[in-house]
């Protein structure tokens, strides 16, 4: 499957962003969906994750109450509603899909190109 992450630009902080990850290849009901950011010098860190039916999330503490991971079948798509942005959010956020339920990056398969968040204070 391939992902193409899109979204990412400049906010101030308390700003909202909406990232998209479109897939194409194969549906992506078939894999478990996850959201990884990097900032710079930094590892690469778990964000959100959704299952395959879209029933169970789960969210990095950085993220809970500000981020909202959901997909649309339909569409083949992945979304990323993130509110209440704060500097500390600044990263190369990834989209990314595998078998697993999981928080680690190895485990997934399937990785989008990178889309750039920048918040500003």
């Known amino acids: 499957v391939q992902l193409q992450a899109s979204g990412g630009g400049l906010v101030q902080a308390g700003g909202s962003l909406r990232l998209s990850c479109a897939a194409s290849?194969?549906?992506?009901?078939?894999?478990?969906m996850a959201w990884f950011r990097q900032a710079p010098g930094k590892e690469r860190e778990f964000v959100a994750l959704?299952?395959?039916?879209?029933?169970?999330?789960h969210y990095a503490d950085s993220a809970k109450g500000r981020f909202t991971i959901s997909r649309d079948n339909t569409r083949n798509t992945v979304y990323l509603q993130m509110n209440s942005l704060k500097p500390d959010d600044t990263a190369l956020y990834y989209c990314?899909?595998?078998?697993?339920?999981?928080?680690?990056?190895?485990?997934?398969?399937?990785w989008g190109q990178g889309t750039l968040v920048t918040v500003s204070s």
């Open positions: 959704m299952g395959r039916s879209g029933l169970n999330t």
């Open positions: 990314a899909a595998g078998p697993d339920y999981a928080l680690s990056w190895p485990r997934y398969n399937y």
């Open positions: 290849g194969r549906t992506l009901s078939n894999y478990v």
